[in-house]
């Protein structure tokens, strides 16, 4: 049995370190040394959770929450643990200082189980009930240990640790060779769950990893598009006959629906059932006992007439969502299915799929096919392209028919076509917020500028692209402030590089992603993107809650630009 303080020193060495490979070194030589049977639980709580992101087993505590369990199991003043809270940013510090009367050592299984009775608590007295259940941990804990637990709950660990990290750290520990990353990466597409990937791995091996397949309830990573530098590269990227498809800029959604059971995922794999109880009743109607399908929600007015992402936004919450059904309806644009009665269709070419797409969507007027359309050449996919952007849609995404779904790949099986890529030099990026600087003047003590990264997934590093400091109202502002000091860290992140000359007054860990507008790609020596490039003239659109920071612009599309 693993005990929590030594996971807790484990911890501390990983927040203590700046470089990716010490990462993977540490993790893997922690795995090796614990018993099998605790491998998966240490996967998850290192990622700051207790399941995976799409089993939905939410903690229910908020930082005030777990600072009045901080104050409860120390016995200090509330206004004193708010005051350290005011002073720190991080609850995580404010039990380290505060809890230390440890009664018992704590285990990695016992803080795993309590954990979960956390997130089982339900009904009248629930809240109470979180808050006894940690103070109770925080008491049994020691200062280190205690500071850990408050991450986890919290779900900000601040270790630099990603999935891909853990990923490579088990490949190295359990099969002797980091390249079989590879193997762990394909299955974790398939089933976005470490922990089930590390179970599996450590209890049948590299072979039942390679069998691990798309379930009905388990979503799998969406398959993601590239870029062209004219439409004229399409038939020598995909051949012909190929699919043009309307790119709509509304949520992804991986519906599944397994007999009257359904379940609605977002492109970061959360469960959004609650949220969309109208879809759900459109999926349920589909014409099969199981299926998954990929597809876009958008908000639409009482004409049926489009509206932008941001309507949308406002349905993504707890209570009123009936009301808000009906005051913001819906249209699901279904584009492909993955899974069907009881078979996986990842792996047969796109055309097959479409047919049978048709075959089990009716479409009425809250569940349609895509707007799509069969094209011989270019022209036609330009024919397409203008009739979207004349109606205020987002784009294309041009399809090759033989194509399989290449889940969590940005492959040439699918391309994007967007207004920005006809303009000269005005193109949009998802970046990650990597650090801030403080502003002067009438910003001054707020976070004001942003240091971005693009990702490089061949190498899991981020390099810094550009700084953004326009395009923000005073709202926004605040919420990025806010949003960016929720992921303080006192260091470099490990998976980033940067120059000296563009240290930031605060690091940020890489998780927060916006959508950058951009007018010029140059080389610069103070930015390490795709061997030193910046991105001018940046100005901030909006944020991306929507992608996980391993989904931002890669450094590969940035160089595809530049040979434009």
Not at 217 to 230: A, K, V, W, Y
Not at 386 to 392: F, L
């Amino acid at each position: 049995m693993v005990s929590f303080g030594r996971l807790a020193d484990l911890y501390e060495g990983l927040e203590a370190t700046s470089s990716g490979n010490r990462l993977r070194e540490i993790l893997s030589s922690f795995f090796k040394n614990i018993p099998k049977d605790e491998v998966e639980r240490v996967t998850y709580l290192t990622l700051g959770n207790i399941s995976s992101d799409y089993a939905d087993v939410n903690l229910g505590l908020g930082w005030r929450m777990v600072l009045r369990s901080i104050a409860e199991a120390s016995g200090t003043e509330r206004a004193q643990v708010m005051k350290l809270f005011k002073q720190t940013g991080d609850p995580g510090l404010v039990a380290e200082r505060l809890v230390g009367r440890r009664r018992k050592a704590l285990s990695v299984k016992e803080v795993f189980g309590q954990l979960h009775r956390v997130a089982a608590a339900s009904g009248a007295g629930s809240q109470e009930s979180k808050i006894r259940i940690l103070a109770n941990l925080l008491r049994n804990a020691s200062p280190k240990e205690a500071k850990y637990l408050c991450r986890i709950v919290l779900m900000n660990m601040r270790l630099g640790v990603a999935d891909k990290t853990v990923l490579d750290a088990l490949a190295v520990a359990f099969t002797g060779k980091r390249e079989n990353k590879r193997v762990l990466e394909q299955a974790y597409n398939i089933c976005p769950d470490v922990g089930v990937i590390a179970g599996t791995l450590v209890r049948k091996g590299l072979p039942a990893v390679k069998r691990i397949g798309v379930m009905v309830g388990r979503p799998i990573m969406s398959m993601l598009c590239q870029r062209i530098d004219r439409l004229a590269e399409i038939p020598a990227k995909m051949g012909t006959p190929f699919a043009v498809e309307e790119k709509y800029d509304g949520e992804r959604i991986q519906a599944h629906k397994d007999g009257a059971k359904v379940t609605l995922f977002s492109r970061r794999l959360e469960d959004i059932t609650s949220q969309f109880p109208d879809i759900a009743a459109e999926i349920r109607g589909l014409r099969a006992k199981s299926v998954v399908i990929d597809s876009e929600v958008m908000p639409v007015d009482a004409k049926g007439k489009l509206l932008k992402f941001q309507v949308l936004m406002s349905r993504r919450r707890k209570y009123g969502v009936e009301e808000f059904a009906l005051k913001i309806p819906v249209v699901l644009f279904a584009f492909d299915v993955l899974f069907l009665n009881g078979k996986s269709l990842i792996a047969i070419p796109y055309e097959k799929r479409y047919a049978l797409l048709q075959r089990i969507v009716r479409s009425d007027k809250w569940l349609k096919l895509a707007n799509r359309t069969l094209c011989n050449d270019p022209d036609c996919a330009e024919e397409l392209f203008s009739k979207v952007v004349a109606h205020g849609g987002e784009g294309i995404v041009i399809k090759d028919l033989k194509g399989a779904y290449e889940a969590g790949t940005r492959g040439w099986r699918w391309i994007k076509w967007k207004p920005e890529y006809t303009k000269e030099l005005r193109d949009t990026f998802d970046l990650v917020v990597v650090g801030a600087f403080y502003g002067t003047g009438r910003r001054g003590g707020m976070l004001s500028s942003y240091l971005c990264a693009a990702y490089d997934p061949a190498k899991d590093r981020f390099g810094t692209f550009t700084k953004v400091a326009s395009g923000f109202s005073d709202a926004e502002l605040k919420s990025m402030h806010k949003r960016a000091m929720q992921l303080r860290i006192p260091h470099r992140p490990a998976r980033l590089d940067v120059k000296d000359s563009m240290k930031p007054d605060v690091w940020i860990e890489p998780k927060l992603v916006i959508e950058v507008l951009g007018a010029e790609i140059t080389k610069s020596p103070n930015h390490t993107a795709a061997g030193g490039l910046a991105l001018r003239f940046p100005r901030f659109l909006r944020v991306r809650t929507d992608k996980s920071a391993e989904e931002a612009t890669t450094v590969k599309e940035i160089l595809k630009m530049v040979k434009q």
